[in-house]
């Protein structure tokens, strides 16, 4: 059609990006008002600074003929207990199967990490903040498992870089859907909020082969403007966010001296220690309790 308006006897390449960027111009109005809440910070997204807990997860909205990449932010937080982790969506009765099923394989992975040489006394409820229709899929399990390691390690994550992708029992990171838009959704508001040089987006390694960006994201690849990690495991992913290793797991049970995984053992630790106090605490109270009252 628009090689016709232009009155060319062939369809060349710039016909085919006009025709894609008008198609995109019919169809993006809630795109934009989506970003416009994100730039006006009615919806939270930060797109720099480091925060313990907090992570950028990454959605898509299918609107038919159009989709469209959108950040979240998923937060974590995490106490003595014994619930172990609490999905508040589930909770709510916003989860998805699919969703639950990613929350059970986080934890999964978690125990058999931490719960093997001990067991473990925590509790952690993670959420999708400002969320309040259902959310399905497990494309960001490793997302929130990232989260789940901040928050108990109490190291920060680099608000500038969003991820995407589920993750196994084991720890593998695996491919997901919507990568391009994911993508593209997210450096549009980086760009909106200017560009550092320091943002970006992890994906799994399996999703490279999909990849299939804008021109615009392309160049500020190029330009060192932007930058796309690909990762095949949690433990690649969480050294891009932190820049600290996860360390070497010793003998003992313990692993590298300050690395993620030592900080959440020790974190854990420590509340298997007070839970365990406070308990017997508890019960020597009610003991002199009972032994005041026969006395009386």
């Not at 994100?38 to 907090?54: A, S």
């Not at 125990?111 to 509790?123: H, R, Y």
């Not at 001296?257 to 007070?274: G, N």
Request: glycine residues 10%; proline residues 1%; aromatic residues 8%.
């Amino acid at each position: 059609f628009w090689a016709k308006k232009r009155k060319k006897k062939l369809v060349s390449a710039k016909d085919v990006f006009y025709a894609i960027d008008k198609h995109i111009a019919r169809h993006d109005l809630v795109e934009e008002k989506i970003q416009d809440s994100i730039l006006e910070n009615t919806l939270n997204v930060d797109v720099k600074g480091f925060k313990v807990g907090q992570v950028n997860g990454l959605a898509v909205y299918d609107l038919g003929d159009y989709s469209f990449g959108k950040p979240s932010r998923i937060t974590v937080n995490t106490f003595i207990g014994s619930k172990g982790i609490i999905n508040i969506e589930r909770e709510a009765k916003l989860s998805g199967r699919i969703h639950d099923k990613g929350m059970l394989v986080l934890s999964g992975y978690f125990s058999q990490k931490f719960g093997a040489d001990m067991p473990l006394s925590f509790a952690a409820s993670i959420t999708f903040e400002q969320s309040y229709g259902t959310i399905d899929g497990d494309s960001a399990s490793s997302t929130e498992l990232y989260g789940l390691l901040s928050s108990l390690s109490e190291i920060p994550i680099n608000q500038g870089i969003a991820v995407t992708g589920s993750v196994n029992q084991k720890g593998e990171v695996q491919a997901i859907g919507g990568v391009n838009e994911k993508i593209e959704g997210f450096f549009r508001i980086c760009k909106a909020r200017k560009l550092t040089g320091e943002q970006g987006v992890i994906i799994p390694k399996a999703n490279v082969q999909n990849l299939m960006l804008n021109e615009e994201v392309i160049q500020a690849v190029k330009d060192k403007k932007f930058t796309i990690w690909s990762v095949d495991h949690i433990e690649d992913g969480i050294r891009i966010l932190t820049g600290i290793g996860c360390g070497q797991k010793h003998k003992d049970g313990s692993y590298t001296e300050d690395s993620i995984f030592e900080k959440v053992r020790l974190r854990l630790v420590e509340f298997a220690r007070l839970s365990r106090t406070f308990n017997k605490n508890l019960l020597n109270d009610k003991k002199t309790e009972e032994k005041n009252e026969e006395e009386e």
